[in-house]
């Protein structure tokens, strides 16, 4: 299947400005992207879709494809990595580019590795899958999490709460049913159907399943530092 590989890259962030383009052990999340897919040998044509000129200028500088910068409405809420990835496939087609798969890889999630986008390619082909996403377990299980008794939860005083899951709060963890959380790293799908569909969540939904400490997507200062220091554990080999 001819293959694109998407690494969406706005230039703006709310909470850690700049982040895509901000450089972890000397290269920046969007050049781990980057660098992981080209290394896997399954990502096809790697392209960054951006709406940032210095975003652009680094893109090119590393060796990815940028057919075209996109609108800035695509950077701001609502809109999302579906619609930026539609969008992308759209004006390919109109170029006369014409692909089967795709692979999202989003940068904020730089401890992903080219073993975990091969793999999760591998099962994708072996399960005849229309879409995959990569998860990790959950640290503490959901069905254990309480909840405010009152709806107004910016109201201090209101210290009473109840089990979310009242068939499930007095079990031990290990009778729980393990479950999963989307870590933002490698999104597989056949274009046909997420065309139609529109997207990439919809069932049935195959999963790729990674470690915790290579499934950090980063969005505060906090979850920086946490992936910066993983990352050195990694390349001092003492997480392999």
Same mark, same amino acid.
């Given at each position: 299947?001819?293959?694109? *590989?998407?690494?969406?890259?706005?230039?703006?962030? *709310?909470?850690? &400005?700049?982040?895509?383009?901000?450089?972890?052990? !000397?290269?920046?999340? /969007?050049? #781990?992207?980057?660098?992981?897919?080209?290394?896997? !040998?399954?990502?096809?044509?790697?392209?960054? %879709?951006?709406?940032?000129? @210095?975003?652009?200028? #680094?893109? +090119?500088?590393?060796?990815?494809?940028?057919?075209?910068?996109?609108?800035?409405?695509?950077?701001?809420?609502? &809109?999302?990595?579906?619609? /930026? @990835?539609?969008?992308?496939? %759209?004006?390919?087609?109109? =170029? !006369?580019?014409?692909?089967?798969?795709?692979?999202?890889?989003?940068?904020?999630?730089?401890?992903?590795?080219?073993?975990?986008?091969?793999?999760? $390619?591998?099962?994708?082909?072996?399960? =005849?899958?229309?879409?995959?996403?990569?998860?990790?377990?959950? $640290?503490? %299980?959901?069905?254990?999490?309480?909840?405010?008794?009152?709806?107004?939860?910016?109201?201090?005083?209101?210290?009473? +709460?109840?089990?979310?899951?009242?068939?499930?709060?007095?079990?031990?963890?290990?009778?729980?049913? =393990?479950?999963?959380?989307?870590? !933002?790293?490698?999104?597989?799908? $056949?274009?046909?159907?997420?065309?139609?569909?529109?997207?990439? *969540?919809?069932?049935?939904?195959?999963?790729?399943?990674?470690?915790?400490?290579?499934?950090?997507?980063?969005?505060?200062? $906090?979850?920086?530092?946490?992936?910066?220091?993983?990352?050195? =554990?990694?390349?001092?080999?003492?997480? @392999?």
């Amino acid at each position: 299947m001819k293959t694109l *590989t998407i690494i969406p890259a706005k230039g703006g962030s *709310t909470r850690l &400005a700049r982040k895509n383009i901000l450089t972890m052990h !000397g290269r920046s999340l /969007v050049q #781990h992207a980057y660098d992981a897919a080209r290394e896997s !040998g399954v990502c096809g044509d790697i392209m960054v %879709s951006t709406e940032d000129e @210095a975003i652009a200028k #680094h893109a +090119i500088e590393i060796g990815a494809w940028l057919p075209f910068l996109r609108p800035f409405n695509l950077a701001i809420d609502p &809109a999302g990595v579906e619609t /930026v @990835a539609l969008y992308c496939l %759209s004006e390919l087609e109109k =170029k !006369g580019y014409s692909y089967q798969k795709l692979i999202i890889l989003l940068p904020t999630c730089p401890l992903r590795n080219a073993h975990d986008i091969k793999n999760a $390619d591998n099962i994708f082909k072996e399960s =005849k899958a229309s879409r995959l996403m990569s998860v990790c377990e959950y $640290d503490h %299980s959901p069905y254990s999490s309480w909840i405010h008794s009152n709806n107004n939860i910016d109201n201090k005083q209101n210290t009473e +709460i109840k089990p979310l899951f009242e068939q499930h709060y007095q079990k031990k963890s290990q009778q729980l049913k =393990k479950s999963y959380r989307c870590n !933002g790293a490698i999104h597989i799908l $056949d274009i046909e159907e997420f065309k139609l569909t529109k997207s990439y *969540t919809k069932q049935p939904l195959f999963c790729y399943e990674m470690p915790r400490d290579r499934s950090v997507d980063i969005d505060t200062k $906090d979850d920086w530092v946490y992936a910066e220091w993983l990352m050195a =554990k990694n390349l001092t080999g003492e997480l @392999a």
